[in-house]
């Protein structure tokens, strides 16, 4: 008899300030089944932006109670994640999962005050590859929420459009609303024929 829990799927997505991705901004994580979520904002801000980052991304973020400081910000992921049961991260870009092995590391936090964040819990994590149908289907789901559309590059939004391109694209829920998953189907049914 077999005791491997099935792992518990997390999307992620990050948001970053600076060209190389070095300077976390904000962080999303997502359930499959989307009850369990978090979403955390650096405080204080990267103090030097990139254009693009000062004009679309903070004008998105959400600051008050989800603006944290590193050591509540690396307590509040670390608390959450011990919270899964067989956590398995997936995402769509190397970055992301880079900026949560930091985030989860403490940041640059001093070792007594990574110390004080709590364990840090094991989650396995996985790089999702956005190529081909998976990138299609991401970009069907946009068009078809233009209120997600408007607030892209809000991780938690990306975070949640990842989740449902990957149920859509594993067969977890009806692609109906994707152009992409409905040519694979009408392309799969005319070879069959």
Known sequence: MSTTMEPTYLFLDTEWADVIGSELVSLAL??????HRFYAERDPLPAKPTDFVSGVIYP???????????????????????????????????????????????????DVEAQSCGPIPPPVMTHMLREGLMTMVLED??????AAQARRHHAA?????????????????????????????????????
């Open 30 to 35: 997502v359930s499959a089944d989307g009850q």
């Open 60 to 110: 998105l973020l959400e600051r008050g109670s989800v603006a944290l400081s590193d050591v509540a910000f690396t307590t509040a992921l670390r608390t959450f994640l011990r919270g899964i049961a067989n956590p398995f991260v997936l995402f769509d870009y190397a970055n992301d999962g880079a900026l949560l092995t930091y985030a989860l590391a403490a940041f640059e936090l001093t």
């Open 157 to 193: 939004v990306d975070a949640e459009a990842l989740r449902q391109a990957w149920l859509a694209v594993t067969g977890r829920i009806d692609a109906s609303w994707s152009r992409t998953m409905m040519r694979a189907a009408h392309s799969d049914a005319h070879t069959a024929r």
């Open 141 to 146: 789901w946009f068009e078809v929420n233009p």
